[in-house]
């Protein structure tokens, strides 16, 4: 079955630098969108980042547009979040999440918003001084 699993999140400041991987197996990486979510306390689930299923590219959410790099590697079965320049609003439980969108059809910038179907249990960023 699925597994997501993250890790690398810790407590930073503000201008520092993290990188969250994500350990996937149970499925073929590169034939599915894989993502990375956050949620920040007291908001709704946000969309950070996907690399699309269907040619690899990558799509950003505004707010970390410029600041924070996706990536992914086949060989190791392993997505990262590469994250600079973190703010206090960075902050969050910071989820990967996938979904076979060959399958589903949908494309990166819906899964952004609406979420995929297999999700990790996440891993804590907090930026603070």
């Known amino acids: 079955q699925v597994q997501l699993v993250e890790s690398g999140g810790g407590l930073v400041q503000p201008g520092d630098s993290l990188r969250l991987s994500c350990a996937a197996s149970g499925f073929t990486l590169d034939r599915y969108a894989v993502g990375w979510f956050r949620q920040r306390s007291g908001d709704w689930r946000e969309g950070v980042s996907c690399?699309?299923?269907?040619?690899?590219?990558?799509q950003y959410g505004n707010p970390v547009a410029g600041r924070f790099t996706m990536s992914r590697d086949s060989t190791k079965g392993a997505v990262y979040l590469q994250m600079s320049d973190l703010k206090p609003e960075d902050t969050g439980i910071y989820y990967c999440?996938?979904?076979?969108?060959?399958?589903?059809?949908?494309?990166?910038?819906?899964?952004?918003?609406?979420?995929?179907?297999?999700w990790g249990k996440g891993t804590l960023v907090t930026v603070s001084s």
């Open positions: 690399i699309a299923a269907t040619d690899g590219s990558i």
């Open positions: 999440a996938a979904e076979d969108s060959l399958f589903t059809g949908r494309a990166c910038s819906r899964l952004l918003r609406d979420g995929m179907d297999y």
